[in-house]
């Protein structure tokens, strides 16, 4: 797994895995208020999280990859080869 670098190459990665993330949430079922009060977080961080605005900790994507029942590599992948 390649850590992006600091810049662009970051935002495009942030966005990607936003995407990722937003994915996953509506593929099961849940909306961001559902996520955000699984998180203990608002839904406005969640919304942040999935248009890449803002990173989730790593706290946060150990439980969300627990929610979903997914290896935290699998989300990371995914965001890595997002439109491949």
Same mark, same amino acid.
């Given at each position: 797994m390649r850590v992006p670098t600091r810049g662009t190459e *970051?935002?495009?990665f942030a966005e990607r895995l936003g995407r990722v993330l937003a !994915? =996953? =949430?509506v593929q099961n079922g849940y909306s961001q208020e559902d996520i955000a009060y699984h998180l203990g977080l608002t839904?406005?961080?969640i919304s942040? @999280? *999935?248009m890449g605005r803002q990173w989730p900790g790593l706290k946060h !994507?150990?439980?969300l990859?627990? @929610?979903y029942s997914e290896p935290l590599a699998a989300i990371?992948?995914?965001a890595e080869h997002w439109g491949e």
């Open positions: *970051e935002k495009t !994915l =996953r =949430r839904q406005t961080q942040r @999280f *999935e !994507l150990v439980a990859a627990d @929610f990371i992948d995914d």
